[in-house]
């Protein structure tokens, strides 16, 4: 009987998961977003002077005027480009450090309910909800004036964003995973529910997750700024995107380009990231293409 | 022989309630079910939507609990679901599913599924030599296992999964619709495979299906259940060559057989049974062409009916005597 099955079946089409053709959009996101990492890890080695160092005689120089400093100086004689390599580094960091924190958060928290249920479920749903009623602003502000400011404690302050829509997305899929049978099916194999979650059910609904950290980044990234530009995030000397553009702000009309610099690494790293991850969604799925 | 699986009068409520305010109803979706599986045996279990068999198999698995009664595997009481002792049975007791593409991890090529019970139950040796040594058993070929579930047609995923779940060589094996969505003529093969399979590894099953062709195909014995209970039992052969409950007599009537039709065809009324609203007395009564006054107030017991038969109907109970 299973003669009628050709043995000599075709070969199955060869995987091309990884480095498939992009379109161009894509390819310059991701070159991007790898020149903005390349930056933030080589910023040491890279900044022409020291981000702090001031250099008086040459105060609100535009740019491209002198070739010591191409983007210019700022009010104080510091080389623009300089401080602008220092805030990518600082600004990425805590972007990166952020997302991944809310989405192990968020996740975990949507898997614990969805496995226990019951007690477990209420209480997620319930900080959920608070967490999206809150204006996350308002909580931020709240804890930085109370506890100081520092770094970690900022990252980890952001990381809290975002969580709810990740517990909320991992929560509902694993439910509907559970109901769909291949998280049953491996149950009944006699798995661990850990590796039912972690093995089956996460890389599933990976790429949802994907696509809601390609959207959550670029809002850590925006919420800092908002957060340095009230004086309220990263604080000086200390440099960041947000926090130049929010120090830049009193010179707009006379030294734009104090702040354009920043501002545009920000519209651009936002937009790689969520391009690509758009994009990435559809290529982390073997069902399609 | 002993019994390998022991269900002893099983029953299973499951509540529902209707709008936000509605009141609880309770539908007794298996009542009190007493069936045995010996080893090396299949039992063909069959009856309409909603009488309460896919819940009987997962009792017979662990996978529910029974609110009634108890089920034992192998002599030792079935383990609390998810609990070690319950995990460590599975490569002992596994399940082929109706919808084989649902079961299947769509992100896992074919063979990693089929070898992970070996590393879920940390059985030593060359997982991949064995998950080949399934694909071949069978019927599939190496190429096969490297694709992904959505690369297979639907009998290749129901192979798959009989694959996966006979490679830690179970002694049970609970096909819960397996070919009901499939094509009638991948069926055929599907069901081929489970006899030969069966035969070669001696191992117990337990068909559930609303296929009567299918279930007389591969069964040594059926249970005819109508609304969570057993109306008949008995040798696969002797019960659809002379069925002896009203209900099995109707369903036998009603699947189609070659040749001359052996036994006049009962065309069943009235509305197909709802578990909701359980008719009193016997509950096959409002559509029974034979019922009278008695099978309107009281149970049916599921008596003796002729060797190693068992049926649940006021009317044949005298025969049953005599035969007794």
């Given amino acids: ?289 | 022989m002993s019994a390998l699986l022991t269900l002893d009068t099983v029953a299973r409520e499951y509540v529902t309630r209707k709008g936000l305010l509605g009141h609880r109803r309770v539908v007794r979706a298996v009542d009190g079910v007493s069936l045995q599986v010996m080893p090396g045996e299949t039992l063909g279990i069959v009856g309409e939507s909603g009488s309460g068999k896919s819940t009987m198999g997962r009792m017979a698995l662990g996978l529910e609990r029974p609110d009634e009664g108890s089920v034992s595997f192998d002599g030792a009481p079935m383990p609390l679901l998810g609990s070690a002792a319950w995990r460590g049975l599975r490569k002992r007791m596994q399940m082929v599913f109706q919808d084989p593409l649902a079961a299947l991890d769509r992100r896992w090529t074919v063979l990693d599924q089929i070898i992970e019970p070996l590393t879920i139950h940390g059985i030593p040796g060359d997982a991949r030599a064995a998950g080949l040594e399934a694909l071949a058993a069978v019927g599939l070929s190496r190429d096969h296992g490297a694709r992904y579930p959505h690369e297979l047609s639907g009998g290749q995923r129901q192979r798959v999964i009989i694959a996966r779940a006979l490679i830690t060589n179970p002694d049970l094996l609970v096909c819960d619709e397996p070919v009901s969505a499939l094509d009638v003529s991948i069926q055929a093969q599907v069901v081929n495979l489970l006899i030969d399979l069966q035969k070669t590894r001696g191992l117990a099953m337990m068909f559930i299906s609303h296929d009567l062709r299918v279930v007389r195909q591969i069964s040594s014995r059926v249970a005819v259940m109508y609304l969570g209970r057993i109306v008949e039992e008995g040798p696969a052969a002797q019960v659809f060559h002379d069925p002896q409950h009203p209900y099995s007599r109707a369903l036998v009537s009603a699947a189609p057989t070659p040749g001359p039709r052996r036994i006049e065809q009962v065309i069943l009324t009235g509305e197909p049974p709802n578990p909701a609203a359980r008719p009193s007395g016997c509950a096959f009564h409002p559509r029974c062409p034979v019922a009278t006054a008695r099978c309107r107030t009281e149970v049916p017991a599921l008596v003796p009916a002729g060797p190693g038969r068992r049926a649940a109907c006021h009317l044949i109970e005298p025969a049953a005597k005599v035969a007794a």
Wanted: charged share 10%; glycine share 8%; aromatic share 8%.
């Fill in chain 1, 1 to 289: 009987m299973t003669d009628i099955y050709p043995t000599a079946a075709a070969p199955a089409p060869a995987r091309k998961r990884l480095l498939p053709q992009m379109p161009w959009y894509v390819a310059l996101g991701m070159g991007w977003i790898g020149t903005m990492i390349l930056v933030a890890l080589l910023s040491e080695l890279i900044t022409p002077f020291s981000f702090t160092a001031m250099d008086l005689k040459y105060r609100l120089v535009g740019p491209f005027q002198t070739l010591t400093h191409p983007l210019g100086t700022d009010e104080l004689g510091r080389d623009v480009l300089s401080r602008l390599i220092v805030s990518i580094r600082v600004s990425l960091l805590i972007a990166f450090g952020a997302t991944i924190i809310s989405a192990v958060l968020g996740t975990t928290l949507g898997f614990l309910a969805a496995h226990f249920r019951g007690l477990v479920e209420q209480a997620v749903l319930m900080l959920a909800d608070f967490q999206a009623a809150l204006p996350f602003l308002i909580l931020a502000l709240s804890v930085l004036a109370f506890f100081g400011n520092s770094l970690p404690l900022l990252i980890g302050l952001m990381g809290l964003y975002g969580w709810e829509r990740y517990a909320r997305i991992a929560r509902g899929l694993a439910i509907s995973a559970s109901a769909q049978g291949y998280a049953t099916a491996i149950t009944q194999l006699g798995a661990q529910p850990t590796r039912v979650y972690l093995r089956h059910i996460l890389p599933n609904i990976a790429s949802t997750l994907i696509v809601s950290m390609t959207l959550v980044f670029p809002e850590v990234i925006l919420l800092e700024s908002g957060l340095s530009f009230l004086g309220l995030g990263v604080q000086p000397p200390m440099t960041s995107l947000g926090n130049m553009v929010g120090y830049g702000r009193e010179y707009i009309t006379r030294a734009a380009w104090i702040m354009l610099a920043p501002s545009t690494v920000i519209v651009l790293t936002t937009l790689a990231v969520s391009l690509v991850g758009d994009w990435l969604r559809d290529k982390l799925d073997p069902t399609l293409g």
